[in-house]
């Protein structure tokens, strides 16, 4: 497996790993794992399987919410998971890969989170953007 950068939340004592599961000659198309680990033992809480590549890493918010993307030659998603439970809470399909680790900021009191979406060998050739969305406010 490859892996991406990590996540880890001091609120919920979780790591957060993406990663890929390519194997040569295995007559089947890469996979993609969001997994959840206690890192004090090692223990897989959750985790959740998609087709095509889990390759950039996810970012978590003192919210409770974990975001990150997957890519394939489909389709690319992005993904809002409860950071304790794994329970979806929301996808975006981006129309194409996303290869790049999202970043979480604020303008004027309000939380955003952004994450680019493109091409490139592994996926579809898309717009090749930087999408942004704006968080529920608490």
Not at 40 to 62: H, M, N, R, S, Y
Not at 81 to 96: P, Q, R, S
Not at 125 to 131: P, V
């Amino acid at each position: 497996a490859n892996y991406g950068p990590l996540a880890y939340s001091p609120r919920t004592g979780l790591l957060y790993v993406n990663a890929i599961a390519e194997p040569t000659n295995a007559g089947r198309p890469a996979k993609g794992y969001f997994s959840a680990y206690d890192p004090a033992t090692g223990e897989l809480v959750w985790q959740k399987i998609f087709d095509g590549w889990g390759q950039a890493g996810p970012v978590v918010t003192a919210g409770g919410v974990v975001f990150v993307g997957s890519g394939s030659n489909i389709a690319g998603y992005f993904f809002a998971y409860d950071a304790k439970t794994g329970d979806l809470l929301w996808k975006y399909n981006t129309g194409a890969g996303v290869f790049s680790s999202p970043s979480v900021y604020m303008v004027n009191g309000e939380q955003f989170v952004a994450v680019g979406s493109g091409g490139g060998e592994r996926g579809r050739r898309g717009g090749d953007l930087i999408l942004s969305f704006a968080l529920p406010k608490p």
